[in-house]
């Protein structure tokens, strides 16, 4: 069975940066191939893409994002870890860490994507 936790950071202020680290256990994130995904959703919207990373270690991010979003891996610990820069209010989401087997680049349904954690909630707030 595959499980994904993502950590709780709690409150985080305006222009910190927000770091999430995705645990997984029943699978390694290092085989093909499959990708893993952040995704986060704003109160009262939808979900959003963030990025992914492969099982080659390749990163993917969202345009809208990717001048603040750093998508690494601890191989060693079959962890993963989203960093989010110079965060704002607008930042405030439940995050959820999840994996599919295609590089997707936005959510369609729930559904492509195979695995998910149980989310995170996150707010930006000074």
């Known amino acids: 069975q595959v499980q994904l936790q993502e950590s709780d950071p709690g409150l985080v202020k305006p222009s910190e940066t927000l770091s999430l680290t995705c645990t997984v256990s029943?699978?390694?994130?290092?085989?093909?191939?499959?990708?893993w995904h952040w995704i986060r959703q704003p109160p009262g919207k939808g979900l959003e893409w963030i990025g992914y990373?492969?099982?080659?270690?390749?990163?993917h991010y969202s345009p809208s994002l990717k001048s603040r979003t750093s998508i690494s891996r601890d191989t060693s610990k079959n962890q993963f870890t989203l960093q989010l820069t110079s965060v704002t209010p607008e930042d405030t989401a439940v995050y959820y860490c999840?994996?599919?087997?295609?590089?997707?680049?936005?959510?369609?349904?729930?559904?492509?994507?195979?695995?998910w954690g149980q989310g995170t909630q996150v707010t930006v707030s000074s």
């Open positions: 990373i492969a099982y080659t270690g390749s990163t």
């Open positions: 999840a994996r599919a087997s295609r590089p997707h680049t936005e959510v369609v349904a729930r559904s492509d994507y195979t695995y």
């Open positions: 029943g699978d390694s994130i290092t085989r093909g191939y499959y990708y």
